[in-house]
C-alpha cells in the first residue's frame, strides 16, 4: 500500500516544488521591480570613497577637515561609516555609471531635487534621538526644511556644529530678518555681543513647548538664567507669575531693560483703567499730588487728589517727577517682595 501512494506522491511533490519555484521567482522578481520602482537607489551597491573622489575631487579635499571625515575614516563603526561618503549620499554603484539621472543618488542641494524626506532620513539613520527627538512635526520640519538648510557637512565653515555659516545666529538669521532686526534695537539679549546664541533659548531641532522653546514655559526658561526672579515671592506681582512676555520683549526693545513700553506707560497699560492707577484710596495728599498730578505740577487743572479722568492719569504720566524709573521710585521690588511690608512691592 505504502509503494502504491509513493508514486503519486512523488510526482505531486515534484508539480508542487516546480509550481512554487515557477511562482516564486517571477514574484521575487516583482517585488524587485517594485522596489526600483519606489526607490530607484533600491539595486545600487556601495561602492566606496576611492571611486567616488576620482570624480569629485574638490569635495574630498575640503570634506577632510570634518568631524564625518575623521569618523569615518579614521574609526568607522560599521559597512556604511567605511564607505565615507554614501553614508550620508546612499549606496553609489548606479550613479556612476549614469551621473546625470538624478534619482541615483542623494543630492542634498536644491538644484539635485532629492525629496526633503529622503534627504533628513539619511541624516536621522545616525542622528535620531537626542536634541532631535522632537524633530517629525516641529515647526522647521512641518516647513519643509531639511537638515542642510542649517548644516553644511562637506566642509567647516564654523568651529562646531559644522553649520553653513560661520556662526549660529548668522545661520538662523539668513532666514530670521525680523529678529535680526529685534536684536539691534537699543535694549537686547546680548546676542550680536556673541554672549549667547539663539540656541540657548530655542531648540532649532524641535521641542515641546511651543517655538522651539528649549523649557516648558517662556518663564521656565527665563528663570534656567535669572534664578532669582523665580521666587516664591512673600508678595507676588501676578503678571511677572503669568508671563515674563507681559512686561519684556524677548529678544529687544528700543525701551529700557527689553520693556515692552516705556515707564510709566508700561505700568498705567494695566493700572490706569480709573485714571487713579490705585492711589485714590489712600488719600495722601502729598502722595496723591506727586503721583495723580495737580495743576501746580502739572498744569492740568484737577482737584490734585485723584486723577480719575484718562487726561489726569496722562498729564500725571508726564510729570518731570514721574519720569524715568517712575513708579519704581516707590514701588521698587516690582517682580515680587519677600519683606513683610513689601505688599505693595515698595521694598
Ligand atoms: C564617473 C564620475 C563620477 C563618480 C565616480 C561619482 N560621481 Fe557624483 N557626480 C558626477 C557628476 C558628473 C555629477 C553632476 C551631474 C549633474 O550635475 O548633472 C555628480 C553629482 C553628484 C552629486 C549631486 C550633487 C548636487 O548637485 O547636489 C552627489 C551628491 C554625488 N555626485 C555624489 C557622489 C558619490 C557619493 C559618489 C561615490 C559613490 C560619486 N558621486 C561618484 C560624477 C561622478
Ligand atoms: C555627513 C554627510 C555627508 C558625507 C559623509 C558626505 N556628504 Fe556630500 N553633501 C552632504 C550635504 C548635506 C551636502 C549639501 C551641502 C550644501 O548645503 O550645499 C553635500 C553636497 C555634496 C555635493 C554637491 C556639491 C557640494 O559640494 O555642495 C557633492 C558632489 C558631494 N556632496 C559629494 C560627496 C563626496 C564625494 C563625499 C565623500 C568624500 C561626501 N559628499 C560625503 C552630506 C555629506
Ligand atoms: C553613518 C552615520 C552618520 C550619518 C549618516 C550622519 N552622521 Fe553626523 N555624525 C556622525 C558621527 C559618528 C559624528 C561624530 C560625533 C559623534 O560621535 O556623535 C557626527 C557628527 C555630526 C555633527 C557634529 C559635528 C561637530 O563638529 O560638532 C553634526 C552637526 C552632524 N553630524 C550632522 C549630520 C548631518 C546634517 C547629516 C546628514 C547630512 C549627518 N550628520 C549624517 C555620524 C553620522
Ligand atoms: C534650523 C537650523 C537647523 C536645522 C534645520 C538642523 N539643525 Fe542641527 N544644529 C543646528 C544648530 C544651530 C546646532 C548647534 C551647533 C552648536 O552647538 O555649535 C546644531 C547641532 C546639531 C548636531 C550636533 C549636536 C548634537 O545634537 O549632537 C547634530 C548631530 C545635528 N545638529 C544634526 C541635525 C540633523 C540630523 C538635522 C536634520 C534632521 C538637523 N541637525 C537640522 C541647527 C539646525
Ligand atoms: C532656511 C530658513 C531657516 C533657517 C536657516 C532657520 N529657520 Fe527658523 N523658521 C523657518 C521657517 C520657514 C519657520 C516657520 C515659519 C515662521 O514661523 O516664520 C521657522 C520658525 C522658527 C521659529 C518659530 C517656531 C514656531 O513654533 O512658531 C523659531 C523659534 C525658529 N524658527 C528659530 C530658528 C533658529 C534658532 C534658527 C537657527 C538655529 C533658525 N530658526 C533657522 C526657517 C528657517
Ligand atoms: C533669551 C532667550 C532667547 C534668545 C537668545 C532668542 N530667542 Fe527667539 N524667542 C524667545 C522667546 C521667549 C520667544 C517667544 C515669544 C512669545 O511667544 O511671545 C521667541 C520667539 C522666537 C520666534 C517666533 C516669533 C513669532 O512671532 O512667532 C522666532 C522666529 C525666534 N524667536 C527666533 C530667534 C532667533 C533667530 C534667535 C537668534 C538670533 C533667537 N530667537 C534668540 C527667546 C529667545
Ligand atoms: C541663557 C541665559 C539667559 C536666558 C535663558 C535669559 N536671559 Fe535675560 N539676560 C541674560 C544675560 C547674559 C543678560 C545680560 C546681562 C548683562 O549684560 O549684564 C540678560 C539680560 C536681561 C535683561 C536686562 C536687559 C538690559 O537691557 O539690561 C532682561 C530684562 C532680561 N534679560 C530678561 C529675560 C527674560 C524675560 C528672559 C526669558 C524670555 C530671559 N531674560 C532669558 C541671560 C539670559
Ligand atoms: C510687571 C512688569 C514686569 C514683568 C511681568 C516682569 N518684569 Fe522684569 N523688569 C520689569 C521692570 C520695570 C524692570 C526694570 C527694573 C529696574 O529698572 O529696576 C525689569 C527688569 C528686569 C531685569 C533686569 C534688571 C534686574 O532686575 O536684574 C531682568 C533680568 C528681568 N526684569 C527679568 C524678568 C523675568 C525673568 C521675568 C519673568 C519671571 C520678568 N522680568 C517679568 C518689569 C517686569
Ligand atoms: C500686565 C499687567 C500689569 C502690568 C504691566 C503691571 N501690573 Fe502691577 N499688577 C497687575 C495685577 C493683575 C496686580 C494684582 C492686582 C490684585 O491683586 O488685585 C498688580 C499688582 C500691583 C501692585 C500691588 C497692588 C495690590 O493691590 O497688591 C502694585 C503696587 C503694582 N502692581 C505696581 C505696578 C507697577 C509699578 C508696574 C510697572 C512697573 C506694574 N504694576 C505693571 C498687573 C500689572
Ligand atoms: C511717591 C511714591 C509712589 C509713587 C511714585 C507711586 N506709588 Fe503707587 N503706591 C504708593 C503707596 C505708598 C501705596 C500704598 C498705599 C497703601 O498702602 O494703601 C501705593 C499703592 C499703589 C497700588 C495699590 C493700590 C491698592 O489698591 O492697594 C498700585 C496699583 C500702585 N500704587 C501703582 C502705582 C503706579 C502704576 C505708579 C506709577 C504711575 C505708582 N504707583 C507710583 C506710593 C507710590
Redesign the pocket.
Known amino acids: 500500500m505504502a509503494k502504491k501512494y509513493s508514486i503519486p506522491l512523488r510526482r505531486w511533490c515534484l508539480v508542487a516544488g516546480l509550481a512554487l519555484l515557477s511562482g516564486f521567482l517571477p514574484a521575487r522578481a516583482a517585488t524587485a521591480a517594485t522596489d526600483a520602482a519606489a526607490d530607484p537607489m533600491a539595486n545600487a551597491r556601495m561602492v566606496g570613497e576611492k571611486r567616488c573622489v576620482t570624480c569629485h575631487d574638490t569635495e574630498k579635499n575640503l570634506f577632510g577637515h570634518t568631524q564625518h571625515a575623521k569618523v569615518f575614516r579614521e574609526n568607522p563603526r560599521n559597512d556604511t561609516e567605511k564607505s565615507v561618503c554614501e553614508a550620508c549620499h546612499g549606496n553609489g554603484s548606479l550613479h556612476v555609471l549614469n551621473a546625470t539621472d538624478k534619482n541615483l543618488i542623494v543630492g542634498f542641494s536644491k538644484e539635485w531635487n532629492t525629496p526633503i524626506e529622503k534627504q533628513t532620513a539619511q541624516c536621522l539613520n545616525c542622528h535620531t534621538g537626542g536634541q532631535r527627538i522632537n524633530w517629525p512635526g516641529s515647526a522647521h520640519a512641518s516647513n519643509k526644511l531639511g537638515c542642510s538648510d542649517c548644516h553644511n557637512p562637506m566642509a567647516r565653515f564654523s568651529s562646531n556644529g559644522l553649520l553653513k555659516k560661520a556662526g549660529i545666529t548668522e545661520t538662523c538669521q539668513t532666514c530670521h530678518q525680523q529678529q535680526r532686526a529685534e536684536f539691534r534695537k537699543k535694549s537686547h539679549m546680548p546676542v550680536p555681543e556673541g554672549k549667547m546664541t539663539c540656541v540657548d533659548c530655542h531648540n532649532p531641532h524641535g521641542s515641546t513647548a511651543k517655538k522651539l522653546l528649549k523649557a516648558d514655559s517662556i518663564?521656565d526658561l527665563?528663570?534656567t538664567c535669572?534664578a532669582?526672579?523665580?521666587g516664591p515671592f512673600l508678595w507676588e506681582?501676578a503678571?511677572?507669575?503669568?508671563?515674563?512676555m507681559?512686561?519684556?520683549a524677548a529678544h529687544g526693545s528700543n525701551a529700557?531693560?527689553?520693556?515692552v513700553q516705556t515707564?510709566p506707560a508700561?505700568?498705567a497699560g494695566c493700572h490706569s483703567t480709573t485714571g487713579t492707577m490705585g492711589h485714590a484710596v489712600f488719600g495722601n495728599n502729598t502722595l496723591g499730588t506727586v503721583v495723580n498730578g495737580d495743576s501746580t505740577s502739572f498744569g492740568q487743572t484737577n482737584t490734585g487728589l485723584q486723577a480719575n479722568t484718562a487726561a489726569a492719569a496722562t498729564a500725571a504720566l508726564a510729570s518731570k517727577r514721574m519720569t524715568g524709573?517712575s513708579c519704581?521710585n516707590c514701588h521698587?521690588t516690582?517682580?515680587g517682595s519677600n519683606s513683610p511690608s513689601g505688599a505693595r512691592f515698595q521694598r
Do not use: A, F, G
Open positions: 518663564n527665563c528663570y535669572h532669582e526672579k523665580r506681582h503678571p511677572v507669575r503669568e508671563n515674563c507681559n512686561c519684556h529700557d531693560k527689553l520693556l515707564r508700561l505700568c524709573r519704581q521698587s516690582i517682580h
